[in-house]
């Protein structure tokens, strides 16, 4: 009986509205997040089992007029799409929906009859750097239709000897092309977005280490001060509120530049050593495109310039200066050492949604309302600032920079107001439960 009070006890002590709170908001995060990837898991699946193909049909014979009406017989969603000479990204230009096409070239019917491997052409459209933007939208279920249709027309029209089977098990050989506003490169979108990946993989993991060691380190230090009674002495002192929140804010971001330097330099050295061995192994590759990755993302015009990069900076100072101010107001809500730590979870969860959600998908292209959701979280513009700059989505970018320029200023102004003010001493989250710092400072009075 001892131990079950015991038990009670402990378990009242640990299972606090705060926790509580923070298991709702991290299972709202999760569910969330999963919905999303829902959302593209069922895009997917759609798109395998009901291909919408988009051909253009340069070579024009009966083979593949033939070929094309075969599609359509067996269920498939048919859409003829025209280009003029190589110019691929008018056919996106034309129509804002069109993710990717299939060029059938001149020749294509000749190479077939010939026992040759026709060759076709891969267009994709690339609107973003995410993980998920990669997988859908391919033209993968129209190139399967097509080798499939070869095949058996070789096999009809050759019988199957044990050259012919090399080629009925392979009949096509696919040109793949990128397609970036009204650029085109001859290259697939897996290797550009591996190749920018592991480019560009260091800025979202020194935004997130940084607004978390930043925020952690402010937090303690207004937390400690006012639990340990140090901070009505600072306070009291002949310097003026606005000097003293000015200079924890200062102190903390330099110790966040420190950080960032030692980060960047480490990262900047394992992505230049995984930059060097993809471009190696995709060099020396058999099925090696045309262009290398670096020409082609020259070519695509997604290299970022110094001035971009003089960008992300003023939006990364932004960001940092909005977790600060709300870090001194989370420190201030502090009454012991146990809720310090809590504390930090807003901040934490702020930074994660953004972050696990950019890795995956492009966040312009969310539904209206789980857009709108992760848009206000300000730091989900810092994590898509280089997507924005690098697909010359400039609009965006300038929004996001406009929306955080306005937290920071509501955000500060309460952190001044709170820091000039006496409530600095005395506030705290309680959430029904029993304030003990009250409860000491009242112990202390009498």
Not at 16 to 37: E, K, P, R
Not at 250 to 258: D, K, V
Request: charged share 15%; glycine share 4%; hydrophobic share 50%.
């Amino acid at each position: 009986m001892k131990f079950i009070n015991l038990l009670k006890k402990e378990l009242s002590e640990l299972i606090t509205a705060q926790m509580i709170i923070s298991l709702v908001f991290v299972l709202g995060v999760f569910l969330m997040t999963g919905n999303i990837m829902q959302s593209f898991s069922d895009e997917l699946t759609d798109e395998v089992n009901n291909p919408k193909i988009n051909i253009c049909d340069m070579d024009d014979t009966e083979f593949t007029s033939d070929m094309i009406d075969s599609f359509k017989e067996n269920g498939s969603e048919v859409k003829m799409i025209t280009v003029s000479g190589d110019n691929y990204a008018e056919a996106f230009n034309k129509e804002s929906s069109l993710k990717s096409f299939v060029i059938i070239p001149e020749g294509f019917t000749d190479a077939v009859e010939s026992g040759q491997k026709p060759e076709i052409l891969s267009v994709v459209k690339m609107k973003s750097a995410s993980t998920l933007s990669g997988m859908t939208g391919g033209t993968e279920g129209a190139e399967s239709l097509i080798n499939a249709y070869v095949a058996n027309e070789i096999a009809q029209q050759h019988g199957v000897s044990e050259d012919d089977l090399k080629t009925i098990e392979a009949p096509l050989k696919v040109t793949s092309h990128t397609v970036v506003a009204d650029k085109s490169a001859k290259i697939s979108v897996g290797t550009v977005l591996a190749k920018i990946t592991t480019q560009n993989m260091i800025l979202p993991v020194i935004v997130l280490m940084l607004l978390l060691l930043t925020s952690q380190s402010l937090i303690n230090s207004i937390s400690n001060e006012k639990i340990d009674k140090t901070l009505e002495t600072l306070l009291s002192a002949p310097v003026s509120r606005i000097s003293i929140i000015t200079a924890k804010m200062l102190a903390a971001a330099i110790i966040a530049l420190l950080n960032a330097g030692v980060m960047m330099i480490g990262f900047s050295s394992y992505t230049k050593s995984m930059t060097s061995a993809v471009s190696g192994d995709i060099n020396t590759s058999d099925i090696a495109a045309a262009l290398s990755p670096n020409e082609a993302i020259k070519q695509l015009g997604l290299n970022l310039t110094a001035g971009d990069y003089l960008l992300i900076g003023v939006q990364l100072f932004l960001t940092i200066m909005i977790c600060l101010a709300i870090s001194i107001i989370l420190g201030a809500l502090v009454n012991d050492s146990k809720s310090a730590q809590t504390m930090l979870l807003p901040i934490m969860m702020m930074v994660m949604i953004p972050w696990m959600i950019s890795m995956f998908t492009d966040i312009n292209s969310l539904p209206t309302v789980p857009k709108f959701i992760i848009s206000a979280i300000p730091f989900t513009h810092t994590f898509t600032a280089m997507t924005n700059l690098m697909f010359g989505n400039m609009t965006q970018f300038w929004i996001g920079v406009a929306y955080q320029f306005a937290v920071f200023i509501i955000v500060m102004f309460f952190a001044l107001k709170l820091f000039t003010s006496d409530k600095i001493l005395t506030i705290s989250l309680n959430l029904g439960q029993k304030s003990r710092f009250k409860k000491s400072r009242k112990t202390n009075e009498d």
